[in-house]
């Protein structure tokens, strides 16, 4: 099938479930299933696949989002019933003052999801989010935006994440020089897609703080709540894990490390994500439970109480996932690749275009940077460029494959469930900070390229 009746069959998808879930109410977790099922057989999957294929992409999304909302929603659950957020979001009330809430929240973000993942820093930032939201009785997206746009930005565009990362490898550009010119544009971009449309969308949309994942407060009094600095090392012990993990995998890619040695896996594996979330875990269970009196079986039941609420989140966007992953099968990909290859556009346009194409289309911000870089490396090998105009292809590639992510997008439904939005609401906030996040970043390449 050519590329144009599969991308008519993914938009006619796309509107068959926003229809269900937003006019009929069905829920999200039954029309991703339903959808994904009624596309397979449209696209021509083999009927054999079909749900081999739909497992198997559930499964995929399943397995790594289950681990890290799971653990990371035992470890915000145990600093928010210590006491520990509310000290931590007081101590930044403090420090900041309540106007400059949400500049402090988004800064720290952007210091935390330089190492980390953009689903591992928001869950484990969320508790202080909502801490402060509820310190300062304002609305929950001035400060949750700001947030998650911070780890955004740092995962979309800076090494050594494994997008930009991946992207520098197939064209061939500059890794350092490319992790200098992120870390320069990161705030800009920030400020514009976090900050400014944080406090825009936060005056027009109302969203109850007790809706959301962390949102309901611990009415209990807490008599020992922990010191400032317990709090903060216990956020910064997965941050620092993570680091060595990620560290080690910039220094392979210069060619530093050799990943065959025994003390390269070994500390790769302690920095992996999961594991660094569950030695986070089990450190404030003792830090912020046993040393401060609580009893086992009240800890356990404490971290148990954090898994009910997250059922839904996790398996909506294991569905997700799944949409995503069968629109992948369905050979859109490979359409698309084919039919753009030849666009008569400037490089960095068509880079850019492509790479936005494909998000739309199948949902991964992965698969369309790594599909885009490839299409595009042999024309921008076969050019005279800079180094610094490689790293602007490079980075208006990364700003295309986070366009506007969508119902295709399980980080879609993972940012919506966590702050109780519906979908209707997502894609009013969430979906246009990824649009302006993406636009904001093309024009700062571009201006990058024009002038070097």
């Known amino acids: 099938m050519s ?83 509310k000290v931590l979001a007081d101590r930044m009330i403090e420090v900041f003052g ?5 500049l402090a929240l988004g800064v720290a973000s952007l210091l935390m999801g330089f190492p980390m993942f953009f689903d591992a820093g928001l869950i484990v930032m969320l508790p202080i989010v909502f801490a402060v939201a509820r310190r ?19 995962h979309v565009f800076s090494p050594p ?29 920030w400020w514009v897609s976090g900050y400014l449309w944080g406090k825009f969308t936060a005056k027009h949309t109302d969203i109850k703080l007790s809706d959301a994942l962390f949102g309901q407060s611990n009415d209990d009094e ?22 060595l993990n990620t560290g080690l995998n910039f220094l392979r890619s210069l060619g530093v490390a050799d990943p ?43 971290v148990d109480s954090s898994l009910g609420p997250i059922c839904s989140v996790v398996l909506i966007t294991g569905a997700g996932g799944m949409f995503g992953g069968v629109l992948r099968a369905s050979g859109i990909g490979d359409a698309l690749s084919a039919s753009l ?27 369309a940077l790594v599909t885009a870089a490839g299409l595009m490396a042999p024309a921008v090998a076969a050019a005279d460029y800079s180094a610094l105009q490689i790293v602007a292809i490079t980075l208006a590639t990364a700003a295309g494959s986070v366009f506007a992510g969508h119902v295709n997008d399980s980080g879609f439904w993972l940012v919506g469930r966590l702050l109780g939005m519906d979908v209707k609401t997502t894609l009013k906030t969430w979906t246009m900070q990824q649009a302006i996040e993406s636009v904001a970043g093309f024009i700062l390449a571009v201006v990058i390229f024009a002038i070097f």
Request: charged share 10%; hydrophobic share 60%.
């Open 341 to 367: 290859g030849d666009l008569g556009l400037p490089v960095i346009v068509a880079a850019y275009l492509v790479a936005v194409i494909m998000r739309l289309a199948q949902g991964s911000a992965t698969v």
């Open 161 to 189: 994440h494994p997008g930009p990362v991946t992207a520098s490898e197939l064209y061939n550009a500059n890794l350092g020089l490319l992790l200098l010119v992120s870390l320069i544009i990161a705030p800009l971009l």
């Open 222 to 243: 807490v008599t020992n709540p922990p010191k400032v600095s317990t709090v903060i090392s216990i956020l910064l012990l997965p941050l620092v894990l993570i680091f």
């Open 3 to 85: 590329a144009g009746p599969l991308l008519g069959i993914a938009a006619g998808a796309v509107a068959l479930l926003l229809v269900m879930v937003i006019v009929f109410r069905v829920h999200a977790f039954l029309t991703l299933i339903a959808v994904s099922l009624i596309t397979a057989f449209v696209t021509g999957i083999p009927a054999d696949q079909i749900v081999p294929t739909m497992v198997s992409s559930f499964g995929s999304t399943l397995g790594a989002v289950a681990l890290l909302v799971g653990l990371g929603a035992m470890l915000g659950k145990l600093v928010e019933h210590s006491g520990g957020a």
């Open 260 to 302: 065959d040695q025994t003390w390269f896996k070994i500390a790769s594996a302690l920095g992996n994500t999961p594991v660094a979330l569950l030695i986070s875990v089990f450190v404030a269970l003792i830090v912020l439970g046993r040393s401060r009196g609580e009893e086992s079986s009240a800890l356990e039941k404490i």
């Open 98 to 102: 309540e106007r400059r809430a949400p």
């Open 136 to 154: 300062l009785g304002g609305p929950i997206l001035l400060y949750a935006i700001p947030t998650a746009a911070a780890f955004s930005v740092m």
